[in-house]
């Protein structure tokens, strides 16, 4: 062979090489590492096969999302389901080498015997001076999870303080909580921005106040035996309540912007409502019940900086065109309004007034959701059509009660007065979807 044929060869191999090498093995640990937090605790596992270099690299993430719903109801039987959720999460817990952690999940159907595994595994994440902190146990399984009693006792000391400095988020689900829990996290994480606590039977009354208090987002949800919540936060960003009528105070909140309220009852809603009306110039986000008292609140206030609106039209009759046209004039800066159209089976009642018409220069987006088709559904849409300039877009939701025969006739209906230029969306199809289908 010539010299000149050697090495031609032997650049062939050189490029070869340099193709087929593992470029990403040879990356810093911390990067692997933070690749491999992004993937689910299953994927991450399975890097271990890659190489030697892999083999523990997983025991190193910082995300432990053990979520049972997804990753072992699909794949198990209902009797081993328990069984291998617990196994799964104790190995990895056993196994996991890193420090610090930076979500810290558990998502499963609790069982009355999984008290005293759970109470271990919250050990084991504070130890690893975790920073979202999640008990997600499905409120509709009937359990509830009690926060023990010793886990907050270990906590008041020096060392258990240390463990709850890096936390930034808690959200408990099905975990039965007291107030006093949940004020000594909120006045000892000097880095908390995030609380959210969905049906806790043992909380009763909340106290968010103090000007040191980070908390941006407070959530309180369906807490059956809540009886009054106090806020006076300077930094408190967004508030989200629904439950049961309560005693509601809440002051010198200046950078509070998004708000969502819903009561168990509609006659309830506008007591919740009423402390709250004097902060609606400042919101950019609003989240209410629908009835007459809540359309006269917007009558009587400006809403400048309101961008996002969601209703949920408990009861759709001819006052919901006349409050509609209230909102319209009381937002001039909404972009997007969202209506949930509650399944009352209602008429649309008598017309008591006459509907005003109300230009609208920046509404681009409407969702209609759980749509019926009912004559108050359709005046509700042709109002918007009529008075949104520059309406983008309308997506329609249909309810699952409709027929797709009366989602066809619905869709000619809404086509038939559509203005040029909008985007119709049925569901997730196209208008002309339904033309052709």
């Known amino acids: 062979m010539s010299k000149k044929a050697r090495l031609s060869s032997s650049d062939d191999l050189l490029r070869e090489n340099e193709t087929t090498k593992d470029w990403v093995s040879q990356l810093p640990d911390d990067i692997l590492i933070n690749i491999i937090s992004k993937l689910t605790l299953m994927e991450a596992a399975r890097t271990c096969v890659l190489s030697s270099r892999w083999r523990y690299l997983w025991t190193f993430t910082t995300a432990l999302d053990f979520d049972g719903i997804r990753e072992i109801l699909p794949r198990t039987k209902r009797y081993f389901r328990e069984y291998k959720f617990v196994r799964w999460v104790n190995k990895v817990l056993v196994l996991h080498r890193g420090s610090n952690v930076s979500q810290f999940r558990v998502s499963f159907y609790l069982s009355s015997s999984l008290e005293g595994v759970i109470t271990n595994w919250i050990y084991k994440a504070l130890a690893k001076t975790v920073q979202n902190f999640e008990l997600d146990f499905q409120y509709n399984s009937g359990h509830h999870y009690t926060f023990p009693q010793e886990i907050y006792n270990s906590l008041k000391g020096v060392r258990g303080l240390s463990s709850i400095k890096s936390l930034r988020s808690i959200c408990l689900s099905a975990v039965n909580v ?76 200046p950078q509070l912007v998004e708000l969502s309220v819903r009561a168990d009852h509609t006659v309830e809603d506008m007591f919740l409502v009423a402390p709250l009306v004097c902060y609606f110039p400042q919101l950019t986000m609003l989240e209410l019940d629908s009835c007459n008292e809540v359309y006269k609140h917007f009558s009587n206030c400006e809403l400048p900086k309101l961008i996002h609106l969601n209703l949920r039209v408990t009861i759709p009759n001819h006052e919901c065109l006349v409050g509609l046209a209230c909102i319209m004039k009381s937002c001039p800066s909404l972009q997007k309004l969202t209506l949930e159209l509650q399944s009352s089976g209602r008429r649309i009642g008598k017309k008591t007034q006459q509907v005003p018409r109300c230009s609208h220069q920046h509404l681009k987006l409407v969702e209609l959701h759980m749509f019926r088709g009912r004559e108050i559904d359709l005046q509700l849409a042709f109002y918007i059509f009529e008075n949104a300039a520059i309406l983008g877009k309308m997506i329609v939701e249909p309810s699952n009660y409709m027929t797709r025969k009366e989602i066809r006739n619905c869709t000619q209906m809404l086509e038939s007065k559509l203005p040029q230029g909008v985007e119709l969306v049925i569901g997730s199809l196209y208008v002309s979807d339904y033309k052709h289908g």
């Open 178 to 253: 007291t107030g006093e829990i949940l004020e000594f996290f909120i006045h000892n994480c000097p880095l908390l921005d995030e609380l959210c606590v969905k049906d806790s039977i043992d909380l009763v009354s909340l106290k968010v106040v103090g000007s040191s208090v980070r908390l941006n987002s407070l959530d309180i949800q369906y807490c059956s035996f809540m009886k009054d919540i106090e806020i006076s936060t300077p930094n408190l960003f967004s508030f989200k309540y629904y439950g049961p009528k309560i005693e509601l105070h809440i002051e010198n909140v």
